[in-house]
């Protein structure tokens, strides 16, 4: 899949080398992603032991994994969980790629340098779901420059 979308970006912008300031900024977005995506998960769990945290997977897609007694709570606390997880993902994407004084090749840029340190960090707590965000941006940019440019095809 990563061969497939470096290809496909490569239709818009070099993807080598990366520049080393998109890197840094990147890097900070992640680092910060990371941070409150793990305040998020750790605030909603159903469990109250000090360890307990959901996963990261469970925050993006919304769902709390974990058995309830009390299927209101659960109801009320996956409310909440998607609430907060849609605010970090919008408010992550809009510093990524939503900068009005961007170019849409320079916000592809972004994303793309992301979605690259998002392989990097696969492993570490946030990584994954960064990437999930970081290729929606990719997907996003390519589309407003197909719409601006009246490409035909520029869709994933």
Known sequence: MRMAVEERVRGFIETRPLDE???????????????????????????????????????????????????RKRKDLMAKLREQTNLLVT???????????????????RAWVAWELSAVERDAFGGKTFG????GGVFEVIKDIGDRDGLEGSRF
């Open 21 to 71: 300031e998109t890197i840094n900024y990147v890097s900070h977005l992640f680092n910060r992603y990371a941070s409150e995506l793990r305040m998020i998960c750790a605030t909603h769990t159903l469990s109250h032991a000090r360890s307990a945290m959901l996963t990261e997977e469970e925050a993006m897609i919304g769902t709390i994994v974990a058995k309830c007694s009390q299927p």
């Open 91 to 109: 408010s992550i994407r809009e510093d990524l790629v939503g900068d009005e004084d961007l170019t849409l090749e320079d916000g592809l840029m």
């Open 132 to 135: 999930w965000v970081a290729l």
